[in-house]
């Protein structure tokens, strides 16, 4: 390495306390391990530095020769090199990362996690096959869910309530209290986590599952498509979100469900999420649009 680059990334080692160099930003990570240290160190840190090193080839090189770490990411902490993702993850889950921080380790009581029984049934079958592997769950920022079979790892919290032993990291279990577990069968089944933290985001819909909360009064749906489009096609019980229809939207109670399409669901989606930041909680995208509304449920409705 030469002098010059040497003395660059010296000098960004030193730019903060705590530095990490990762694929990205910390908006937005361009590989899962540096997101996951991310995930870690946002829960740990209200701010920190990062060096995106897709920025630079020279850099990227550079800074595993500067580390002897064959690597990336990479996180520094008082100028010194802490470790890559997996020694990063293992020190968060013993507590030392926080140490190193200096973020005190404040406990982390145990969460009540419910399953019923057709998911516990599952698990159990899948257990059969998982050896010495135990069921895991991890919860990040976004409140994405990830369910697997994993090995038991320093500093894993174990689920109360659960009919099959359930283990999450520190951060997961702070955000799993009340957390319940279902599971449904079928083509378009899987498991269902009901989650009482988690905010209030859009939720997609099939078209099968929005005509059958139509049909039983559960859902206004309204129509985002200016008037030039509802005039090829349109879904007869949805309202138009003229200014009659804003009007009408806006003078519900925020805890009314309501559904947002258009022709294929990215216009309608954009809507929703307005209407999550005017406060309404139970938002709903009609998932494919009229398009799959036709294609699903009512092929009398035109497609253009």
């Known amino acids: 390495m030469n002098e010059s680059l ?3 990334i010296s000098d960004l080692v030193g730019k903060s306390r705590v530095v990490l160099f990762m694929k ?3 908006q937005s990570p361009q590989c899962g391990f540096s997101a996951q240290v991310v995930q870690i160190l946002n829960d740990l840190l209200p701010s920190y530095e990062t060096v995106n090193v897709l920025a630079s ?3 990227r090189e550079g800074i595993k020769e500067f580390s002897q770490w064959p690597t990336i990411p990479q996180l520094y902490v008082g100028g010194q090199f802490v470790g890559g993702c997996d020694i990063v993850r293992e020190m968060n889950a013993s507590g030392d990362l926080q140490k190193v921080l200096g973020v005190e380790v404040t406990p982390v009581e145990a969460p009540t996690v419910t399953m019923s029984e057709t998911a516990a049934k599952a698990f159990r079958a899948a257990a059969a096959q998982a050896g010495d592997e135990i069921l895991r769950l991890q919860i990040d920022q976004q409140f994405q869910y ?7 790892e320093a500093g894993d919290i174990e689920a109360r309530g659960t009919a099959v032993p359930l283990v999450l990291d520190r951060a997961s279990a ?3 209290n009340g957390l319940h577990i279902d599971f449904i ?5 899987g498991f269902k986590l009901e989650n009482p933290n988690e905010p209030p985001k859009v939720k997609e819909l099939t078209a099968a599952d ?3 909360m139509l049909d039983r009064g559960e859902l206004t749906l309204f129509d985002v498509r200016p008037e030039n489009e509802r005039a090829l096609a349109k879904i007869g019980i949805a309202r138009s979100l003229d200014p009659a229809g804003q009007e009408y939207l806006l003078g519900l109670e925020r805890d009314t469900p309501i559904a947002f399409h258009c022709h294929h669901g990215s216009r309608s989606r954009a809507v929703a999420e307005q209407m999550l930041r005017q406060g309404f909680t139970k938002v709903y ?3 494919g649009g009229i398009e799959a509304w036709s294609a699903t449920v009512d092929p009398s409705v035109p497609r253009y």
């Open 210 to 212: 929005a005509k059958a």
């Open 285 to 287: 995208n009609l998932r």
């Open 57 to 59: 080839a020279e850099l």
């Open 174 to 176: 702070r955000r799993a």
């Open 24 to 26: 990205g930003t910390r």
């Open 6 to 8: 040497r003395q660059q």
């Open 146 to 152: 990830d369910l697997f079979f994993g090995p038991r």
């Open 185 to 189: 069968a079928g083509a378009n089944g």
